[in-house]
């Protein structure tokens, strides 16, 4: 992100969130709020980005939907960051569902972003305590964007600023009413991209340090071949060209092969890697729209060892 900025990519994913609550039939995933965290101005500027992506990308594809409404579905449904990030939200949550059915209470959301979840599912809040940390610039731009729509804060919801490549977890954890001896359960959705792999290996190992046995993290990657030039796929190379664009580049990717090692050397073990045949098979099978899962992109669900 560039410096003391609130992230621009957080903005994205919300409009990704949002066009698709209004347009996608049947939704990947369903967030009703996004919208109201965008300003009119701000949703009207995401599309007519989007729309520009799509006539510098794809002018052929641009010049076949003369028709706004229908120029702007078909890049949504096609580019590759709608369907992760949609896709991701799923994964996650529905883990999320089964972990709160099973006494799970404590609930921390990792580069949190615009993510709506503790007013979007007073159900599951009301069992849960959700801590949501992010880089402080773009928490206190969600927090003031709250204020500005009328979105009170909920009880049972903290905040806690950090940045993963400077601060400790397991540290600001320390310091709020998380509880290191109960079950948590971690998300940590579109982040791992944007962070030296250093930071990612802290913050696994934070977690670790930080909640007792069994509790879980999700998070979502690129394999390593998204980052070579001759192998990533051509939607994946258009994403990474955008957020260069927006000062917020994607550095690292994972291998597949060697997660469950890399988890493992930080206390933590791997229990699904779902790679894009596998989203595509769980999340958009059959779908009458066009959106499919992105290659190079994988879900992940991992435990305290
Ligand atoms: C693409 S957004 C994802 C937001 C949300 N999780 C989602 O899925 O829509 C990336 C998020 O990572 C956060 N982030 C990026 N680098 C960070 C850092 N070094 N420390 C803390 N948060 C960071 C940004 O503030 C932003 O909220």
Known sequence: MQ???????????????????????????????????????????????????????????????????????????????????????RFSEELLERAVQQGVRQYVILGAGMDTFAWRRPDLLAHLEVFEIDHP???????????????????????????????????????????????????????TYYLPWEAILSTWRAISEAAPPGSSLTFDYLDAAAYDPVRVSRRVQIMMEIVVRVGEPMITGFDPETLAADLASEGLSLQENLDPAAIQERFFAARPDGYHACEHAYFARAVVA
Do not use: C
């Open 137 to 191: 610039a773009t928490q206190a731009h969600k927090r003031q964007r709250l204020r500005e729509v009328g979105l009170e804060e909920p009880e049972g919801l903290h905040f806690l600023p950090l940045d993963f490549s400077l601060d400790n977890l397991t540290k600001a954890l320390g310091r709020s009413a998380y509880d290191p001896q109960a079950p948590a359960f971690f998300s940590w959705l579109g982040v």
């Open 3 to 89: 410096n003391g900025e609130y992230s621009k990519t957080a903005m994205g994913t919300a409009f990704m969130r949002a066009y698709h609550a209004a347009h996608g039939r049947p939704p990947v995933f369903e967030d009703l709020l996004a919208r109201r965290l965008l300003t009119p101005e701000e949703y009207r500027e995401s599309e007519a980005r989007h729309l520009r992506a799509l006539q510098v990308f794809h002018p052929e594809q641009a010049a076949a939907y003369p028709d706004r409404a229908a120029a702007l579905a078909y890049w949504m449904q096609n580019a590759g960051a709608p369907a992760i990030v949609l896709g991701r939200a």
